[in-house]
Antibody
């Protein structure tokens, strides 16, 4: 079946980097864009940006520019989110979500919890 | 950026009630809206796309309507499994933006 499976929870120190993976299966990976969404504890959903899985071109939401990198490994149908110089305010669950042809996000990963603590 | 103002932020309702949640966009966005249900500790699940199209497998008690700047999610005959938080999403322009969420609780 169509699914996105994300990597497990991460505990990082302030200033470190984290790389979250999102492995797709059940569909042609390069035919659908991939989005990243953040949810801080007890808060709502924030769109971080998306990556064109055909070209590899990323688009970052303005609030998230500077410390984010979206990347791909199309040989293993996987998208990645890397966040550098982690801060306490980066503590959140990070989701990958596939863009459906209508533009909404139809398939979501299970989420990856990133904790930043010294 | 397009703001999506969602209301109410929370509501209490009983099983069998009809519930209506509204999202207002800060500018016209055609019908470029989806609605999501999120249960505690889980990923969001798409209920509605293109403002009024029901996602396959979603019960028909869920419906969406609207275009332009005002959008509504209606749950007819609320069921115990519907107690969750609901979000709208606009994908008309970048950045895509979510409404603030509506928590539906048991009365």
């Amino acid at each position: 079946q169509v699914q996105l499976v994300q990597s497990g929870s991460e505990l990082k120190k302030p200033g470190a980097s984290v790389k979250v993976s999102c492995k797709a299966s059940g569909y042609t990976f390069i035919n659908y864009a991939m989005n990243w969404v953040r949810q801080a504890p007890g808060q709502g959903l924030e769109w971080m940006g998306w990556i064109n899985t055909n070209t590899g071109n990323p688009t970052y939401a303005q609030d998230f520019t500077g410390r984010l990198v979206f990347s791909l490994d199309t040989s293993v149908n996987t998208a990645y989110l890397q966040i550098s110089s982690l801060k306490a305010e980066d503590v959140a669950v990070y989701y990958c979500a596939r863009s459906a042809y209508d533009g909404t996000f139809d398939i979501w990963g299970q989420g990856t919890m990133v904790t930043v603590s010294s | 950026d397009i703001q999506m103002t969602q209301s109410p932020s929370s509501l209490s309702a009983s099983v069998g009630d009809r519930v209506t949640i509204t999202c207002r966009a800060s500018q016209g966005i055609r019908n470029d809206v989806g609605w999501y249900q999120q249960k505690s500790g889980k990923a969001p699940k798409r209920l509605i796309y293109a403002a009024s199209s029901l996602q396959s497998g979603v019960p028909s008690r869920f419906s969406g309507s609207g275009s332009g700047t005002e959008f509504t999610l209606t749950i007819n005959s609320l069921q115990p499994e519907d107690f969750a938080t609901y979000y709208c999403l606009q994908h008309n322009d970048y950045p895509h933006t979510f409404g603030g969420g509506t928590k539906v609780e048991i009365k």
